[in-house]
């Protein structure tokens, strides 16, 4: 599907921010130095508290203006642009389980243009779900861009899903056979990685994509968000 100019726009202007992001290594300055250039003023950077650091900005455009199309876009300018790698991680949030649904849908059928810009970019794209996730293989994560596709809720305390992602899973083992001991994740009393989905994305220091962000921005939605490292 062919971008519209101003989607094609909020994209490069993504770019621009995440080159700043490398020359400055500030996440901070290289905003205000983007919307300086961009508006003649720099505008003040919202720093995350629970993510210091890290680079946090949202995307914004009328209802029906393609946000999913652009998120799809995104993915390949912070795997390859910012991570400067060939594959990665993604967590793609979404605000209800409806429209999670729809997303996973579309993200795993190889016709709909959501997929086709994912795979147009990056190569071997895989979609998963949590339940899926579970018996994710080393193979298909050292070679494919992955994508677990859930919802914000299930990532809080009081949703049954959120066991998924922190309970031991044996499937899950040999991502963990040759961490070192300096890696920042969840350890047994003898110091072995614990082997869960949320270990995993720990190691791997996913891509976060949030749909509907401005809903998400509670100090708790955050120190979830952070428990994985992105």
């Keep these: ?18 080159q700043a992001c490398l020359q400055t290594g500030d996440s901070d ?29 949202c995307l914004r455009v009328p209802t029906g203006g393609g946000k999913t199309l652009i998120a799809c876009h995104s993915v390949r300018l912070a795997v390859r642009e910012y991570q400067r790698v060939d594959h990665g991680l993604v967590l793609w949030l979404a605000p209800s389980k409806t429209i ?28 998963l779900d949590l339940a899926e996730a579970q018996y ?12 677990l596709v859930s919802t914000t ?21 040999s991502h963990f ?11 047994y009393e003898n110091g072995k990685p614990i082997p869960s989905l ?11 994509i949030v749909d509907e962000a401005h809903n998400v921005r509670s100090d708790i939605s955050f120190m979830t968000l952070a428990r994985f490292n992105p």
């Design 198 to 208: 949320a270990n995993l994305l720990r190691l791997h220091r996913p891509l976060i």
């Design 177 to 187: 056979d040759n961490v070192s001991a300096a890696a920042d994740v969840e350890r």
């Design 29 to 57: 300055l290289a905003f205000y130095n983007v919307t300086r250039q961009m508006y003649g003023q720099g505008i003040p950077y919202h720093q995350i508290t629970e993510l210091p650091g890290m680079p946090y900005v």
């Design 100 to 127: 999670r649904e729809q997303t996973i849908n579309a993200l795993k059928d190889r016709k709909h243009p959501y997929r086709q810009a994912l795979e147009s970019t990056l190569g071997a794209v895989t979609v």
């Design 1 to 18: 599907m062919q971008l519209k100019n101003y989607q094609q726009r909020c994209l490069d202007v993504l770019s621009r921010y995440f």
């Design 153 to 173: 809720q299930a990532f809080r305390v009081e949703d049954p899903e959120l066991r998924k992602v922190y309970e031991t899973s044996g499937a899950l083992m």
């Design 136 to 147: 994710l293989q080393p193979a298909t994560l050292n070679t494919e861009t992955v994508i």
